[in-house]
């Protein structure tokens, strides 16, 4: 089967690394930004579009400003809800079946909103996207599989007052070390994911930490993660992005991370600084042995990883070429879709043209992204569900083909 962007658009996907403060639609910024009296660097889609969210970006820290906009267009009820629902209508277009969205509520907390009011405006958007695409005469047939979702909470490695809620909590400590203050915020906020999840039934299906790895320790955060553990929730972690194995290894035996976000420089001797590791290359074999061994999956984004290491320089020279031969479980995810002005089936365009995937290791990656997704429901109910997205692949690939793709997934 030649694989055509028109069978990949249609085809159902996932987006498993993918932030809501960095996918809000472009005009409903600029909406927002008029009517809350944010200033923003130009109030039209074209100038935004060449001011702040750009083709190419001069570094991570050159990325990372765009969120300062974007979070100050997300500090009501109304506009988080407005902008999920918006997020769950985008995906769907894109064929994207399943979504985890992930976002820090500690950025949204604060004039007038709690933990619970944040979380609580996400899930309603998003499910008001899935009761009206789950309607669908196709759908509630059963001859294609429904759009679900679950949100994932991101706590930061670090953070400044950048928040209403973050800027109190550094003044209610001002004798405490900053990792400490940091780490408390961590635990604070899984405890209220855990709550929420168990009394008021939000789907919170993962616990994240984002930020600087550099300087920011993910052990910092272990306390955070144990809870989460020992709570059946289960664990991502950004690391590999912008720090070397290292960071990936240490988010994988501290915080019991089951996928990791980027990993990009999971096969990069040259990154690793600890004294102690006396063989680096033996060090990354062994890692990338274990992590293929336990199928931790590898959440990859290939834009943003090419915006914010331009050292990159073309998609076909990201590490994604290593995770490939090393026949790693990893899912192309879109991180940011506003911020890298990409889309799930772009993501996967890419890498299909960049690494000469064939239809089977095609099936194989996008069947990954739902076995290894964080389901809010019941195991029982996730076999179904990714048996019908297989079901659903294989009929389009069918079309394409006259016989189908009908290699079995990994």
Known sequence: MMISREFIARAPKSDLHVHLDGSIRIPTLIEIAQAEKIELPSYTVEGLNELLFKDHY?????????????????????????????????????????????????????????????????????????????????????????????????????????????????????????????????????????????????????????GQEDGYPAHDHWKAYQYAHKNFLHKTVHAGEAYGPESIFEAITDLYAERIGHGYYLFDAGKISNPEIADPEGYVRDLAHYIADRRITIEVCLTSNLQTNPEIGEVGNHQFKNMHRARLSATFCTDNRTVSK????????????????????????????????????????????VRSVIDYYDRLAAECTGEGERGKSR
Do not use: W
């Not at 064929?95 to 509520?105: H, I, K, Q, T």
């Not at 064939?358 to 194989?364: A, C, F, N, T, V």
């Open 58 to 210: 001069a570094s991570l820290g050159e990325y990372l400003t765009c969120f300062g906009y974007t979070c100050q267009a997300l500090q009501t009820p109304e506009n988080l809800e407005r902008v999920a629902y918006e997020f769950g209508l985008d995906n769907q277009a894109d064929g994207v079946r399943y979504v985890e969205v992930r976002f820090a509520p500690q950025l949204h907390m604060g004039g007038g909103m709690d933990l619970l009011m944040v979380l609580d405006s996400v899930r309603k958007g998003l499910d008001r996207a899935r009761r009206e695409f789950n309607s669908r005469p196709e759908v509630a047939a059963g001859r294609e599989p429904g759009f679900n979702y679950g949100i994932i909470a991101c706590a930061m490695r670090m953070f400044g007052p950048f928040s209403p809620y973050y800027k109190e909590f550094l003044q209610a400590h001002p004798f405490s070390k900053p990792e400490r203050i940091f780490a408390l915020a961590s635990y604070e906020l899984v405890q209220g994911v855990v709550r929420y999840r168990n009394e008021k039934g939000i789907p919170v299906v993962a616990f994240d930490l984002a």
């Open 342 to 385: 990409t889309t799930a089936t772009k993501e996967v365009s890419l890498a299909v043209r960049a690494f000469s995937i064939s239809p089977k290791e095609l099936k194989d990656y996008i069947i990954y992204g739902f076995k290894r997704c964080f389901f809010p429901g019941t195991y029982r109910e996730k076999r179904a569900y």
